[in-house]
């Protein structure tokens, strides 16, 4: 089990390029969950998906982002025309279903992404 | 609004000195609260599900503990490979399955 696999782990792209940051889940998972750690501060919710489908997209800044769930192949979160505000470590998690679980989420090792 | 504060944010301990962390929350609904570990350049690491108060959970040298208003981290007898980022979340029963973070303790054990 090869747990959440993050791609790449260090990603730097200059002002106004475009970054995809790829998650594939645990195998059996099928909700996975991006997270934002800016430096220095805590880990904040982005969005919330399912196979095909955004559940929650409440932490989503509202322009240049968006957040994608195939029905094959990876998790995707895209973000356009990036800024120096952008670089932070985006890590993605996955579970089996809800939260009912008590397993809490497995998190990846994350992507680091500095905008120069 | 919902929130959640840890403290203290940095501590440093002798090895073998006992601890505790706290977290914090005035959240309403509240369906369960976790607590990860969070190593440099690495994503957080499940530890624990509390979900009542009362309730108490341990591994190796972790326990911790819920009550209505926090939860506790604690720390027996530390070594230095628990150094790290200490992270609790809630989960509220409004919020489906988001996690709200508090922004960590960094604990740091000195041999």
């Known amino acids: 089990n090869a747990g959440v696999m993050q791609n790449p782990r260090h990603l730097v792209r200059r002002r106004g390029q475009e970054a995809r940051l790829r998650c594939s889940p645990m195998?059996?998972?099928?909700?996975v969950y991006w997270y934002r750690q800016l430096p220095e501060e805590g880990l904040k919710f982005m969005v919330y998906?399912?196979?095909?489908?955004?559940?929650?997209e409440s932490g989503m800044p509202k322009e240049r982002f968006s957040a994608e769930f195939p029905k094959e192949g990876p998790s995707i979160l895209r973000i356009q025309q990036v800024v120096r505000g952008d670089s932070a470590a985006y890590f993605c998690?996955?579970?089996?279903?809800?939260?009912?679980?008590?397993?809490?989420?497995?998190f990846g090792s994350g992507t680091r992404l500095t905008v120069v | 609004e919902d929130q959640v504060t840890q403290s203290p944010e940095a501590l440093r301990l002798q090895e073998g000195e006992s601890s505790s962390l706290n977290c914090s929350y005035t959240v309403s609904g509240l369906r369960g609260l976790f607590w990860y570990r969070q190593d440099p350049g690495k994503g957080p690491e499940f530890l624990f599900t509390l979900y009542s108060a009362g309730e108490e959970k341990e591994k190796e040298r972790l326990k911790a503990t819920l009550t209505k208003k926090e939860s506790f981290l604690h720390i027996t007898a530390p070594k230095p490979e628990d150094s790290a980022t200490y992270l609790c979340?809630?989960?509220?029963?409004?919020?489906?399955?988001?996690?709200?973070f508090g922004g960590g303790t960094r604990v740091l054990v000195k041999p």
């Open positions: 998906l399912q196979k095909e489908n955004i559940i929650d």
């Open positions: 195998k059996g998972h099928s909700h």
């Open positions: 979340a809630v989960l509220l029963q409004a919020a489906g399955n988001k996690l709200t």
């Open positions: 998690a996955s579970s089996p279903m809800g939260q009912g679980g008590g397993y809490g989420y497995t």
